[in-house]
């Protein structure tokens, strides 16, 4: 069984960090790209940063450009997103997603269970 893991959420104020942690376990045979999407109360879940499989190609909703940075660590199946200058509007349900092959040799996407991230005027 597959499964996504965050870590890393919780309360911090406007201006600080936090570094948010997602660990895939299972029985995997490939992980292609994986990623942060947010959720704020009331609003459509939206794309925060993708990575793919040689680190090298990332993508960032304009919104956290120049703030976050996302990271992968292959060996680990893990994937990390490095939050500075936090705005309250940063404020949300953080989940990991990642495109992985499980063992039906198939390809599927699969999501954490989501982290609180609170930013505090």
């Known amino acids: 069984q597959v499964q996504l893991v965050e870590s890393g959420g919780g309360l911090v104020q406007a201006g600080g960090s936090l570094r948010l942690s997602c660990s895939a376990s299972g029985t995997i045979f490939g992980i292609s790209w994986m990623g942060w999407y947010r959720q704020a109360p009331g609003k459509q879940r939206e794309l925060v940063a993708t990575?793919?499989?040689?680190?090298?190609?990332?993508n960032y909703a304009d919104s956290v450009k120049g703030r976050f940075t996302i990271s992968r660590d292959n060996a680990q199946n893990t994937v990390d997103l490095q939050m500075s200058g936090l705005k309250p509007e940063d404020t949300a349900v953080y989940y990991c997603?990642?495109?992985?092959?499980?063992?039906?040799?198939?390809?599927?996407?699969?999501w954490g269970q989501g982290t609180q991230v609170t930013v505090s005027s």
């Open positions: 990575i793919y499989t040689d680190g090298g190609n990332t």
């Open positions: 997603e990642a495109y992985m092959k499980d063992f039906t040799q198939r390809w599927h996407e699969f």
